[in-house]
């Protein structure tokens, strides 16, 4: 072949790959710094979105094939994918029984209802921490209560960007009028709900979470006749009044992860304040941080078997 026919072959190829779709290339910034990145929680089973970003620790990798169309996303037993790799966040209408799980806004909070194939009675409401939103402990309510119906409710402060139950001023001082107006309201949602769907109060867990578990303990002590039973996951107290509650016949749960440095250290006074309202309180401490994992799931499945166990007596 000679020389010129070489140069014009070459020359081809060159017009041809300019002119191919930049669509169906595999194009990374890597000039743009990288968002810092937020250490994940030991063996997490909730927690924050799945996107599709290309993680900039491909820069230093040569990619040759092209990424395929993302696929319509499936059911996931986030439990059981162990480890780093489980999901840091229930995908949005995917992870749950089968039923309903529109979210629904004709009431005081935004809010989806999740239905069992095989119900039992049971229900089990579900308050998110900051920044996430109703659909985050769904795939951790599967879990812990394969047949309870589930009422996932959002909350609806906005602050920062994320959304919370409640203000807060500091990471563990909060704005008291807020956590009144919202808890009367949330008050006000779970009575029209539970009227709604026939949702037996007597057979219902308040399952929360950080930020969302503090508004559970501050209804149950400014709404006493509310919450029966309730599992408050990283948690403390939050109200700087003394409340005159009765909450006996109460039961509750509360989780806390040695590592957490900011929520653990008042965990000993949350179990204090409901015993002395006259709560049933079982405080478990467990290896881990501030996010959830699997210890989590078996804590409080065991306490809910074993609370289940105490009513069949009685």
Partial sequence: MGKPTLYALLAGLSLIAAAYPAS??????????????????????????VT????????????QAVVPAPEKAQPINIVATGGAGMLKKAVKGEILPQGESALRDDLAFKYRLYRPDEPNGDAMVLLHGSGQDETSLVSLATK??????????RGRIMQDGTSRWYRRLTAVSFDQKDIHVEAKAFAGFLKQATEKYK??????????YSN????????????????KQAVLLRSMPVLTE???????GARVLTVSGVADQTYAPFAPALATLLRAHGATVEAKSIKSDHGLGNDDVRVVSEWLSGTSAELKKN
């Fill in 52 to 63: 599709g970003k290309t993680s900039t620790a491909a820069c230093g990798q040569k990619l």
């Fill in 212 to 227: 969302g578990a503090n508004l559970v303990g501050a209804v149950m002590m400014l709404y006493p006749d509310m919450v």
């Fill in 144 to 153: 812990i209560a394969p047949h309870a119906l589930l009422l996932a409710v």
């Fill in 24 to 49: 169906a290339r595999i194009i990374i910034d890597c000039e743009k710094p990288a968002a810092a990145k937020v250490p994940a929680p030991a063996n997490p089973v909730d927690p924050l979105a």
């Fill in 242 to 248: 003394n409340t005159d509650a009765n909450l006996a």
């Fill in 199 to 208: 949702i037996d109060l007597n057979r219902t867990t308040f399952l929360g």
